[in-house]
């Protein structure tokens, strides 16, 4: 018997399903959905296949794994397949590792008298990888010198996202057939989805596991997961999560982060005070968010118009705010004109745009505020954030989902290649909130995503404890 690890295909679908059945009781993908993974972008697909020769049969136990979640996952996708083959994709739960019931683990399969042996090759920029196994004593080539065709079953998959506009990826589902548990399938999908993460140019890969899912904890830590938090009431049966990362590339420091609670904005026009909520109560836990404070922070900071809808919130709105709750402020913003008016076409409104500029200018001035008219740079976020500030940061969304709207962000942590964000609005069918939170934004992605606009607009907003 061989397992074979590649990308998914459309012939792979009845025996997707088949297998989605067997392995989940819930939150299970369906045939539409698998069809949409298997052939859109920004993910990996890969299956597990196994080749079993005419009068053979393999016996390798009555375990079952299986890896989701009961959360609301988000969809994303990978580069598109030149062989119909892509490769992953994701509105699938993650991380519940089903125990054995004979005492077995996740593991089993590096207790085995005869160890399997690994053949690892490439689909264009994915890998595959071949797992063979003798069940009955000969060796794993015997397969070969079988002269009848040998049957094929898709034994297991892996799905993972890749977040437009970061670096990084998160494992979405894990399946194996109940009767494969123990033979190290599991873990041969776990690195091959690792190794197409990195291909694809993500630093990291996360996911979620329950608390007392100690089998599939083992699996993870064994492969160098790390837990970084953890997430209360995660599951339908209110147990919570662990939240596992690790560095699939180039490990050269540590992530330094801070306690921020994410939150999320209620309306599609409050990402400001929403940001500047999970600052504040970042710095103060004394500090109470509540929807009501939202809409009084903008009512503060708003510009009143943008190009359609409501106005966004100003960055020296945002600091007059803070500032009013007792937190110091500082604002950078490299352009001395009238901020955001060239969205707003009516000139009546154009008018209205310029005042409340003035207006928040003048005030800061009264206040002490300090206005920096400059770009401020990642080196300077960072030694902000070290000593004890959390920025806020004006970014295009043009990187995550191309329709170049303003969008405040916070700064929740940072390491050497990456700053990391608290976005407060996930993207509805697409993201969770767990995918919000700690997102890695490689240096250079960062320079391109912090700049809005036609005048390549950068502006912060940092905030200090009071």
């Known amino acids: 018997m061989s397992i074979l690890i590649r990308p998914a295909l459309l012939t792979d679908l009845k025996q997707l399903i088949e297998l989605e059945k067997t392995c989940f009781d819930t939150d299970q993908l369906s045939s539409r959905s698998f069809k949409h993974w298997i052939s859109t972008e920004h993910r990996a697909l890969l299956v597990a296949e196994q080749t079993i020769e005419s009068g053979r049969t393999g016996s390798l136990g009555n375990r079952s794994m299986r890896c989701s979640t009961s959360a609301t996952a988000p969809c994303v996708a990978l580069p ?30 590096r207790e085995q008298s005869r160890p399997p042996s690994l053949a690892v090759g490439r689909i264009g920029s994915l890998p595959i990888a071949t797992l063979l196994t003798s069940t009955d004593g000969g060796n794993a080539d015997d397969c070969r010198e079988q002269s009848r065709p040998p049957s094929l079953a898709v034994v297991g998959y892996v799905l993972i996202i890749y977040h437009p506009g970061t670096r990084l990826a998160r494992v979405y589902s894990l399946a194996v057939a109940p009767e494969q548990r123990g033979s ?59 939240r596992y990362q690790k560095r699939i590339r180039r490990y050269r420091d540590t992530l330094q982060h801070r306690s921020v609670h994410w939150l999320r904005q209620t309306t599609p026009f409050t990402c400001g005070p929403a940001s500047l ?31 359609s809808g409501h106005g966004g919130c100003h960055p020296i709105g945002l600091a007059l705010a803070a500032k009013r709750r007792h937190f110091t402020v500082e604002v950078w913003v490299n352009q001395t004109g009238t901020l955001f008016i060239d969205g707003v076409r009516n000139e009546e409104k154009k008018q209205v745009v310029e005042l409340v500029d003035s207006c928040f200018k003048r005030e800061a001035q009264e206040q002490g505020i300090k206005i920096h008219y400059a770009n401020i740079s990642r080196n300077e976020l960072i030694s902000a954030f070290k000593s004890g500030a959390i920025p806020l940061i004006l970014i295009s969304t043009f990187q995550m989902d ?16 990456c700053l990391y964000m608290h976005d407060p609005d996930p993207e509805e069918g697409r993201q969770s909130e767990l995918d919000c939170q700690f997102i890695p934004i490689a240096c250079e992605d960062f320079e391109r995503m912090s700049s809005f606009g036609k005048n390549r607009l950068r502006t912060a907003v940092i905030v200090w404890p009071g």
């Not at 490769?87 to 593991?107: E, K, M």
């Not at 709207?405 to 929740?412: I, K």
Request: charged share 25%.
């Open 402 to 417: 191309r329709k170049k709207a303003p969008h405040w962000v916070v700064m929740s942590g940072f390491d050497d290649d």
């Open 184 to 242: 190290g399938i599991a873990k041969l999908l776990m690195s091959a989805g690792e190794q197409a993460a990195t291909d694809a140019g993500r630093l990291y890969l996360r996911l979620e596991v329950s608390v007392d899912n100690t089998a599939a904890i083992k699996l993870y830590e064994t492969l160098g997961y790390r837990k970084f938090g953890i997430y209360r009431d995660y599951y339908q049966d209110h147990k919570d999560a662990l």
């Open 80 to 109: 598109p397949a030149s062989m119909q083959s892509s490769c992953i994709p994701a509105v699938v739960p993650v991380a519940t590792l089903l125990t054995s019931t004979d005492g077995g683990n996740a593991d089993d399969c």
């Open 277 to 307: 909520m999970m600052a504040m109560h970042g710095l103060n836990r004394n500090y109470q968010p509540s929807q009501e404070e939202e809409i009084n922070l903008w009512r503060e900071a708003t510009t009143i118009f943008m190009t």
